[in-house]
């Protein structure tokens, strides 16, 4: 059932005539060429190239008259133009912030009519200015976090960036890369045999062997320039043993959990910089920080030894009764290498990896070699045997040592170790054996060896005899 529209009477529209009312002057469109009459004419019009913004809303009058005389003017410059009349105690059709507006949407916050103005300015959002700026406040502080939030992350990224760069500096191959050593012996022994051996600071002897702390540096400077370093490349800045040793955690050992050795040399590391902070000491002043500790003996105390590129910080443990000094310093020069990006070179077994782990891998004989490779440590004299080297003399960097620690290219590496012996096709994939030959149909034994061999054999038509070739006759 449809309702009946109400009646609208005489006496309505007489009243709504009476009613004030006021007239809106409104360009809907401008022909061809009329804008720039257009834009000199209506009061604050957008300068060019921006457009009118048509719709626009030109005047607002309560005179009749004067709003027809505009409606005539701006006609006369070529915009197409309409009236609107509305009461004005009514609700306005046209927006409150936009007067050019019509608001055909009201804000969902406060019901308040709003325009397409007013929802492009709020991003999208049927939102009057009112309550676009009091909800802009927050979300405009959260952006601001966020973006702050994102400088000090590039901040931070920066921060490491340079650290980075810094630490390849003070590492680089071509040097110097300034390494301090500090020591740490147990009370009492802080003068032993072996540590005032290791400590002693003479200028050494004629033909004596490297088998003293301060000899590791003149031994590495002498490898880096075998490989064309520079002069000087490695300044090894010694400090004085410390009596008492500091309490480190236990050893990561092979049957400890995997997570257990990163948070085991973090601990180490803590416990050793304080230590040495504790003695008014920098261990931040020098790129790689070498750490000597010296203990009674416990097994192969060697082999809790550590050293790390990631820290460049490297911890050598020592026994104070070693007999043999040089097999110390190699210890502490092994470590060293670590801090420098050198990778082991010895088997599971602990026995030097062929060809890498090899000084002279292509020697013919391939025993005794005549040195060791630092990162294999003891020298080969026999498969399976090796001797434990008493100097760094008798020590040299391999290539692929050199490679690990930047000295040369990768590929130069590779090229020592692929002897011109073996050739391209030396490389290739071993071919398939041949197929086996079908064995021939074997002969009669009745048959006559002569009359089968004459019988396989092709003959030539030309050497045919000619009484051959005549049929019998019938």
């Given at each position: 059932?449809?309702t009946r529209p109400p009646e609208v009477t005489l006496s309505d529209a007489a009243a709504a005539e009476a009613a004030p009312q006021r007239w809106r002057v409104m360009v809907v469109r401008a022909e061809p060429g009329a804008e720039d009459a257009l834009r000199k004419?209506?009061?604050?019009?957008?300068?060019?190239?921006?457009?009118?913004?048509?719709?626009?809303?030109?005047?607002?009058?309560?005179?009749?008259?004067?709003?027809?005389?505009?409606?005539?003017?701006?006609?006369?410059?070529?915009?197409?133009?309409?009236?609107?009349?509305?009461?004005?105690?009514?609700?306005?059709?046209?927006?409150?912030?936009?007067?050019?507006?019509?608001?055909?949407?009201?804000?969902?916050?406060?019901?308040?009519?709003?325009?397409?103005?007013?929802?492009?300015?709020?991003?999208?959002?049927?939102?009057?200015?009112?309550?676009?700026?009091?909800?802009?406040?927050?979300?405009?502080?959260?952006?601001?976090?966020?973006?702050?939030?994102?400088?000090?992350?590039?901040?931070?990224?920066?921060?490491?960036?340079?650290?980075?760069?810094?630490?390849?500096?003070?590492?680089?191959?071509?040097?110097?890369?300034?390494?301090?050593?500090?020591?740490?012996?147990?009370?009492?022994?802080?003068?032993?045999?072996?540590?005032?051996?290791?400590?002693?600071?003479?200028?050494?002897?004629?033909?004596?062997?490297?088998?003293?702390?301060?000899?590791?540096?003149?031994?590495?400077?002498?490898?880096?320039?075998?490989?064309?370093?520079?002069?000087?490349?490695?300044?090894?800045?010694?400090?004085?043993?410390?009596?008492?040793?500091?309490?480190?955690?236990?050893?990561?050992?092979?049957?400890?959990?995997?997570?257990?050795?990163?948070?085991?040399?973090?601990?180490?590391?803590?416990?050793?910089?304080?230590?040495?902070?504790?003695?008014?000491?920098?261990?931040?002043?020098?790129?790689?920080?070498?750490?000597?500790?010296?203990?009674?003996?416990?097994?192969?105390?060697?082999?809790?030894?550590?050293?790390?590129?990631?820290?460049?910080?490297?911890?050598?443990?020592?026994?104070?009764?070693?007999?043999?000094?040089?097999?110390?310093?190699?210890?502490?020069?092994?470590?060293?290498?670590?801090?420098?990006?050198?990778?082991?070179?010895?088997?599971?077994?602990?026995?030097?990896?062929?060809?890498?782990?090899?000084?002279?891998?292509?020697?013919?004989?391939?025993?005794?070699?005549?040195?060791?490779?630092?990162?294999?440590?003891?020298?080969?004299?026999?498969?399976?045997?090796?001797?434990?080297?008493?100097?760094?003399?008798?020590?040299?960097?391999?290539?692929?040592?050199?490679?690990?620690?930047?000295?040369?290219?990768?590929?130069?590496?590779?090229?020592?170790?692929?002897?011109?012996?073996?050739?391209?096709?030396?490389?290739?994939?071993?071919?398939?054996?041949?197929?086996?030959?079908?064995?021939?149909?074997?002969?009669?034994?009745?048959?006559?060896?002569?009359?089968?061999?004459?019988?396989?054999?092709?003959?030539?038509p030309s050497e045919a005899d000619p009484a051959e070739a005549i049929p019998p006759a019938p």
């Amino acid at each position: 059932m449809h309702t009946r529209p109400p009646e609208v009477t005489l006496s309505d529209a007489a009243a709504a005539e009476a009613a004030p009312q006021r007239w809106r002057v409104m360009v809907v469109r401008a022909e061809p060429g009329a804008e720039d009459a257009l834009r000199k004419a209506i009061p604050g019009a957008p300068a060019a190239p921006a457009p009118l913004g048509l719709p626009l809303v030109t005047r607002v009058t309560a005179d009749a008259e004067a709003a027809r005389h505009t409606a005539e003017k701006l006609r006369a410059l070529g915009a197409v133009v309409v009236i609107l009349v509305e009461p004005v105690e009514a609700s306005s059709a046209f927006c409150a912030w936009h007067s050019g507006r019509m608001a055909g949407r009201r804000c969902v916050r406060c019901g308040v009519p709003v325009c397409t103005t007013c929802r492009d300015a709020a991003g999208g959002e049927e939102v009057c200015p009112p309550c676009w700026a009091r909800h802009r406040g927050p979300k405009r502080r959260v952006r601001q976090r966020q973006l702050f939030v994102l400088f000090l992350f590039v901040v931070f990224l920066y921060e490491v960036w340079r650290g980075i760069e810094a630490d390849r500096a003070a590492t680089s191959p071509h040097g110097p890369v300034r390494v301090a050593l500090y020591q740490f012996a147990p009370e009492g022994q802080r003068w032993s045999p072996l540590v005032r051996h290791l400590n002693d600071r003479g200028d050494p002897q004629p033909g004596a062997p490297l088998d003293r702390l301060r000899d590791i540096a003149t031994w590495f400077n002498g490898e880096r320039a075998r490989y064309g370093g520079p002069e000087g490349y490695l300044h090894l800045e010694m400090r004085s043993p410390l009596a008492g040793l500091p309490t480190l955690p236990p050893p990561y050992m092979d049957s400890d959990p995997i997570w257990m050795g990163p948070w085991r040399a973090l601990q180490t590391s803590r416990a050793l910089r304080a230590a040495v902070v504790a003695r008014g000491e920098d261990p931040d002043a020098a790129a790689v920080r070498l750490y000597v500790i010296y203990g009674p003996q416990d097994g192969d105390l060697a082999s809790h030894s550590r050293g790390s590129a990631r820290g460049r910080i490297a911890v050598s443990y020592i026994d104070v009764a070693e007999q043999n000094p040089g097999y110390a310093a190699l210890t502490v020069a092994h470590e060293l290498a670590h801090t420098l990006g050198a990778l082991d070179l010895y088997d599971d077994n602990s026995l030097a990896k062929h060809p890498e782990g090899f000084v002279e891998p292509w020697a013919d004989p391939l025993y005794p070699q005549r040195w060791a490779e630092l990162m294999a440590v003891d020298r080969p004299v026999g498969p399976g045997v090796e001797l434990e080297p008493r100097s760094l003399d008798e020590l040299r960097v391999g290539h692929q040592t050199a490679a690990d620690m930047g000295w040369i290219s990768v590929g130069e590496a590779r090229r020592f170790y692929s002897p011109a012996s073996v050739g391209p096709l030396d490389r290739l994939p071993p071919r398939p054996p041949p197929a086996e030959p079908i064995p021939a149909e074997p002969i009669p034994a009745e048959a006559n060896p002569a009359e089968a061999t004459e019988v396989n054999e092709a003959k030539d038509p030309s050497e045919a005899d000619p009484a051959e070739a005549i049929p019998p006759a019938p």
